[in-house]
């Protein structure tokens, strides 16, 4: 076997695959170094009955028919392991495609990635084989048939622009899809408010939250299905207050942040992957309203908060860890202003762009993949303020609706290289100070 040259090793023809090391060396339950003996991944597995439920507990050792024919399966690996542990898992009536299973590695790495990944196997009639290989790099798939490696941080799709303000309060949405067309007006579910904000959750799901309503400000949450369809009202958990911002981060929880309760505030709260708020954190960086808030890195897991006001505009930002945790101000790059939008794109960059700063601007602002904010492009586009923006497509991005000195409805669509398309005609009821976010 040492004579192999390539990037897989086949055993006896099998289809169980083996990664190489980049210096050639197999990669096996003891890490690299040792090659893989045949008895290593044909022996000692002992075949459970099939297993159909939505969950199930995963023991080393084993292996799992898993029928996903009526539902998908959440599979939770063991809390410990040990070098050499052996788990199988294969697809027994050709499903997966249709509802997939994921594996939760229960606070052990998988891949060499930890647990707030996302690992998910949706391809019919597959089979995976994972060996525990140690703290470093935990569970290592030795074979999971023609797929691409796990864990991934999925992307989304699509997306939905929602609530807003059109004179009054309204809860209306309007679905994106995935080549950034917008839908005409859904009937709105939940409390009319605007001046909201809006991330996502789950790694296909959405969340609308706080705002103001006509009457005062309020707390209250409105989950989106990855279906794109809104659910009736949360109870408020944390501080009622509007003019905030919200972002996604490690990948499949979400923030809410700033805002103002008749004064401004930084106080967050974060997001669980189920779409459960959590209480108020202690703000950190510059109390302030009217910012906006994206996701960006290489691996999707960070945030980023900018611009805003406290009393006068400005352009600090605050970048958010893979732990959601805010960091304090950075110095502004680009024009203070605020009541501008953000979104991702191009899969790891983010956009902050319009807003005010004295007058109606278009001027975008580009964020790498490191979180670093640059300076200002010329606009493209209706100056407005007030407007929302979300990633659809996986890679792009597009802003909507507003206000330049009445209510808008237009778009304009963001490439996957973070350029502004001109103007598209307006579909849907023009309004001011929505939300918007990505699902699917």
Request: hydrophobic fraction near 35%.
């Given at each position: 076997?040492?004579?192999?040259?390539?990037?897989?090793?086949?055993?006896?023809?099998?289809?169980?695959?083996?990664?190489?090391?980049?210096?050639?060396q197999?990669?096996?339950?003891?890490?690299?170094?040792?090659?893989?003996?045949?008895?290593?991944?044909?022996?000692?597995?002992?075949?459970?009955?099939?297993?159909?439920?939505?969950?199930?507990?995963?023991?080393?050792?084993?292996?799992?028919?898993?029928?996903?024919?009526?539902?998908?399966?959440?599979?939770?690996?063991?809390?410990?392991?040990?070098?050499?542990?052996?788990?199988?898992?294969?697809?027994?009536?050709?499903?997966?495609?249709?509802?997939?299973?994921?594996?939760?590695?229960?606070?052990?790495?998988?891949?060499?990635?930890?647990?707030?990944?996302?690992?998910?196997?949706?391809?019919?009639?597959?089979?995976?084989?994972?060996?525990?290989?140690?703290?470093?790099?935990?569970?290592?798939?030795?074979?999971?048939?023609?797929?691409?490696?796990?864990?991934?941080?999925?992307?989304?799709?699509?997306?939905?622009?929602?609530?807003g303000n059109?004179?009054?309060?309204?809860?209306?949405?309007?679905?994106?899809?995935?080549?950034?067309?917008?839908?005409?007006?859904?009937?709105?579910?939940?409390?009319?408010?605007?001046?909201?904000?809006?991330?996502?959750?789950?790694?296909?799901?959405?969340?609308?939250?706080?705002?103001?309503?006509?009457?005062?400000?309020?707390?209250?949450?409105?989950?989106?299905?990855n279906?794109?369809?809104?659910?009736?009202?949360?109870?408020?958990?944390?501080?009622?207050?509007?003019?905030?911002?919200?972002?996604?981060?490690?990948?499949?929880?979400?923030i809410?942040?700033?805002?103002?309760?008749?004064?401004?505030?930084?106080?967050?709260?974060?997001?669980?992957?189920?779409?459960?708020?959590?209480?108020?954190?202690?703000?950190?960086?510059?109390?302030?309203?009217?910012?906006?808030?994206?996701?960006?890195?290489?691996?999707?897991d960070?945030?980023?908060?900018?611009?805003?006001?406290?009393?006068?505009?400005?352009?600090?930002?605050?970048?958010?860890?893979?732990?959601?945790?805010?960091?304090?101000?950075?110095?502004?790059?680009?024009?203070?202003?605020?009541?501008?939008?953000?979104?991702?794109?191009?899969?790891?960059?983010?956009?902050?762009?319009?807003?005010?700063?004295?007058?109606?601007?278009?001027?975008?602002?580009?964020?790498?993949?490191?979180?670093?904010?640059?300076?200002?492009?010329?606009?493209?586009?209706?100056?407005?303020?007030?407007?929302?923006?979300t990633?659809?497509?996986?890679?792009?991005?597009?802003?909507?609706?507003g206000?330049?000195?009445?209510?808008?409805?237009?778009?304009?669509?963001?490439?996957?290289?973070?350029?502004?398309?001109?103007?598209?005609?307006?579909?849907?009821?023009?309004?001011?100070?929505p939300?918007?976010?990505?699902?699917?």
């Open positions: 076997m040492s004579g192999i040259i390539g990037s897989r090793l086949n055993v006896r023809g099998s289809g169980l695959v083996s990664k190489l090391g980049t210096d050639g197999v990669l096996t339950s003891a890490g690299a170094g040792k090659q893989l003996a045949f008895e290593d991944v044909a022996g000692g597995v002992s075949w459970q009955a099939v297993e159909t439920g939505s969950t199930m507990t995963a023991v080393a050792g084993n292996g799992y028919p898993i029928d996903t024919t009526s539902n998908a399966c959440t599979i939770t690996l063991p809390a410990s392991a040990s070098n050499g542990d052996q788990i199988v898992f294969t697809d027994y009536a050709r499903n997966w495609g249709t509802n997939a299973i994921t594996i939760d590695s229960n606070g052990l790495n998988y891949q060499g990635d930890d647990d707030t990944y996302t690992v998910e196997y949706t391809t019919d009639g597959q089979s995976v084989n994972i060996v525990y290989s140690g703290s470093t790099n935990g569970w290592i798939p030795i074979e999971d048939d023609t797929v691409t490696d796990a864990p991934y941080l999925p992307s989304t799709l699509y997306g939905i622009f929602g609530f059109t004179g009054s309060a309204t809860g209306i949405t309007n679905l994106v899809n995935s080549s950034g067309v917008v839908a005409s007006d859904t009937t709105g579910v939940g409390t009319a408010r605007w001046a909201l904000a809006a991330c996502e959750y789950g790694s296909d799901k959405g969340i609308f939250g706080f705002g103001e309503n006509g009457s005062g400000n309020v707390g209250m949450t409105n989950l989106v299905s279906a794109g369809v809104v659910a009736t009202d949360v109870t408020a958990v944390g501080t009622a207050r509007k003019q905030l911002a919200a972002c996604t981060y490690a990948g499949i929880k979400g809410f942040g700033f805002g103002t309760t008749g004064s401004v505030t930084g106080v967050t709260n974060l997001v669980s992957n189920t779409g459960v708020v959590a209480t108020d954190v202690t703000g950190v960086g510059t109390a302030r309203k009217k910012l906006a808030a994206c996701e960006y890195s290489s691996n999707k960070k945030g980023i908060f900018g611009f805003g006001n406290t009393g006068s505009y400005v352009d600090e930002t605050n970048l958010v860890s893979n732990t959601g945790v805010v960091a304090s101000d950075v110095t502004g790059v680009g024009t203070d202003r605020d009541a501008l939008a953000a979104c991702g794109y191009g899969e790891d960059k983010g956009i902050f762009g319009y807003g005010q700063d004295g007058s109606y601007v278009s001027m975008t602002n580009l964020v790498s993949n490191v979180g670093v904010v640059a300076t200002d492009v010329t606009g493209v586009g209706t100056a407005r303020r007030n407007l929302a923006a990633q659809y497509g996986t890679d792009k991005g597009i802003f909507g609706f206000y330049d000195g009445s209510n808008v409805g237009m778009t304009n669509l963001v490439s996957n290289a973070g350029v502004v398309a001109d103007d598209v005609t307006a579909v849907g009821t023009a309004r001011e100070e939300a918007g976010c990505s699902y699917g």
